[in-house]
């Protein structure tokens, strides 16, 4: 059986970059990571190394240490940056608008170190496996308003469907969202459902 990460490690795992998951530490402690199937190490320089899917599962699963709870957020359980997909309680000020700005500019980063060609303008791998959130953040990033907890609020709202690679997003701006989801690298549709007869539009990450 396999031992568990050290101490040092796990603080390395925690400290990484919420969306790259780029790993910060000593030449050793990444180089254990690694082993351990925990991080990979770039091919291209500066060779930085970032979680592998078994990694970022680790940090989530990692307990939070005792603390007076936070205020209603787009925030995940572990402090990660989530995306407001449309919903939540209000989340906004310049701090939040910094922390959009670095996760988007992070995911960019991310694109280019991970699609084959450096291409930025088209969605990643991780983008594929977290497409509500990836959506979000692409709208959330570009000046759109997502819908407040208010049912009736006209703002965008992301959502998962039944089709592979597939998300809904609904609103009174959809023109708007598409333009934006189409200039983040995704194929976008207009749908109106069958039951409901509301329009929405469909989004998928554009593969070439």
């Known amino acids: 059986m396999r031992r568990p990460p050290t101490a ?7 400290g990484a970059e919420p ?5 910060k530490g000593t030449a050793a402690q990444l180089d254990a990571l690694v082993k351990r199937g925990l991080a990979f190490r770039h091919p291209r320089a500066p060779h930085d190394c970032f979680l592998t899917p078994a990694g970022h599962r680790l940090r989530e699963e990692t ?6 709870a936070p205020a209603p957020a787009p925030q995940a359980a572990d402090g990660v940056f989530v995306a407001r997909i449309g919903g939540e309680e209000e989340a906004g000020g310049p701090s939040r608008t910094r922390e959009v700005h670095s996760a988007w500019q992070g995911l960019l980063e991310l694109r280019r170190m991970t699609n084959p060609d450096g291409d930025i303008g088209r969605p990643c791998g991780w983008e594929r496996t977290h497409l509500v959130r990836a959506a979000a953040l692409a709208l959330e990033a570009a000046g759109q308003r997502p819908a407040g907890v208010d049912r009736g609020d006209t703002g965008y709202r992301v959502r998962a469907t ?3 690679e597939a998300v809904a997003v609904y609103g009174a701006e959809l023109a708007s969202c598409a333009r934006v989801l189409e200039a983040a690298g995704w194929q976008v549709g207009e749908h109106t459902e069958a039951r409901s007869r509301e329009r929405c539009l469909l989004a998928s990450p554009r593969r070439r």
Not at 63 to 68: G, L
């Open 63 to 68: 307990p939070e240490a005792a603390a007076p």
């Open 19 to 23: 969306v790259t998951g780029r790993l």
């Open 162 to 164: 039944p089709q592979p």
């Open 8 to 14: 040092a490690q796990r603080r390395v795992i925690e």
